[in-house]
Structure formats: structure tokens, C-alpha cells
């Protein structure tokens, strides 16, 4: 008896149809999640650039004297309401100060002052956050 070969070209093309298929699908996946974590890592930068910039506000504070080393655990409040107005002019994060903490200690020549603080930056209405944990010494406070 002779085999035929009719269907084999029909079978041959559906079968590099499917491989076709599955890598066009492949690139488009990839292609995909690459732009959202692309568009994930431009939402953290700004989050984190944020973060450095109320971190530079509030060192300026800190030497401005508008900022106190206070062993009150309730001061938090005051840094606070100090970047209230600097949380205001960013409409689309929230910035806020999680943890503040300061310390006094004595050299010979002089009083120095300890600042720790952490800032959290979180993007309104999804899960993008960045935070910045920092420490500050204000030195030379005053000579005996």
C-alpha cells in the first residue's frame, strides 16, 4: 500500500503558525513589562528626588533654628508642621516625617547637636514610596 502525503504541508504550516504565534506573543509580553517597569522606575525617582529635597529642607531648618533638639517624643509634631507647607506644593506625593530624634552630647570645646530623621514620600493613590533615613550634626553650638 502507498502513503499519501496530502495533509503534510497543511500540518507543517500550523505548526510554524503556532511557533510564530507564541513568539510574537512572547515579544509583546516582554515589550510590555518592560515600559511598567520603566514607567515604575521614573515614579520612584521622583518620589526619591522629593525625599532629598524635604531631607535639604529640613537640614536648613535644623540650622536656621526653626527646627529644635527636643527630647520630647511629641516634638515630631513640630517637624511636622514645619514641612507642612513643603508636603502642600507636591500635589501628586504625600511627604511626611515618620521618625524624629535628636541627642545632645559635649566635647571639650564645644556642644553638638544629633539629628536622625526619616522621611517617607508615597505617591497619592498607589503603592510607589520611597524613604530617606538621615542623620545631621549641628556643630559648634557654642564655646564655654
Do not use: W
Amino acid at each position: 500500500m502507498k502513503l499519501s502525503n496530502k495533509g503534510f504541508s497543511l500540518l507543517t504550516t500550523l505548526i510554524l503558525s503556532a511557533v510564530v504565534l507564541a513568539f510574537l506573543s512572547a515579544l509583546i509580553y516582554f515589550v510590555q513589562s518592560g515600559s511598567r517597569t520603566a514607567a515604575s522606575l521614573d515614579s520612584y525617582k521622583s518620589s526619591l528626588e522629593i525625599a532629598k529635597g524635604a531631607s535639604e529642607l529640613i537640614m536648613k531648618g535644623v540650622d536656621d533654628d526653626e527646627i529644635e533638639c527636643s527630647d520630647d517624643a511629641d516634638y515630631i509634631d513640630d517637624v511636622r508642621e514645619f514641612m507642612a507647607p513643603y508636603g502642600a506644593d507636591t500635589s501628586t506625593h504625600t511627604v511626611t516625617v515618620s521618625s524624629y530624634r535628636c541627642e545632645r552630647f559635649y566635647t571639650e570645646n564645644s556642644e553638638r547637636e544629633v539629628y536622625i530623621f526619616t522621611v517617607l514620600v508615597q505617591r497619592n493613590n498607589t503603592e510607589e514610596r520611597a524613604e530617606v533615613d538621615f542623620g545631621y550634626m549641628k556643630s559648634a553650638l557654642q564655646d564655654p
